[in-house]
């Protein structure tokens, strides 16, 4: 196990009285090397899914997860992956007003090809419109619709 990786999340679980390798029943056993630095770069989701993968365990799971939500960890813990996405979104707002003519114009101005397809065809066949005309027997029309808009 990386020793930097295991001192920062052995620190961090100290105010929840939880130890890696510990005897105590709410301690967490660890079985890969790379479980600490998972755990501190994606914080509550790398733990739960390292626990998936078999990387960890722990014989009393409800204790150790009392501990730490009692403690606050979950406050507590900010994983660079999310301060990177936050960050991210603020520097990179893709609706922002200077793009609402082009968001409005990508999403409203499909013409009337796809509300054609969905009165012949029916209700469900919007999410199914594709150039494909396997589905011209599913979808009477559909394949006429193409023709008529391919030209």
Known sequence: MRRKARHKLEALL??????VGGDRPWDIQVYNDEFCARVLSEGSMGLGESYMDGWWDCAKLDDFFYRILRAGLHD????????????????????????????GQHHYDMGNTLFKCTVLCGPF???????????????????????????
């Open 14 to 19: 100290a105010p929840a009285d939880v130890k």
């Open 125 to 151: 066949a919007s999410s199914r419109f594709h150039k494909s005309h396997s589905d011209s027997v599913i979808f009477p029309g559909l394949a006429q619709i193409h023709d008529q808009t391919a030209s």
């Open 76 to 103: 507590k813990s900010k994983p660079w992956i999310e301060v990177f996405r936050a960050l991210k979104g603020r520097l990179v707002n893709l609706q922002r007003p200077s793009r609402a003519y082009q968001i």
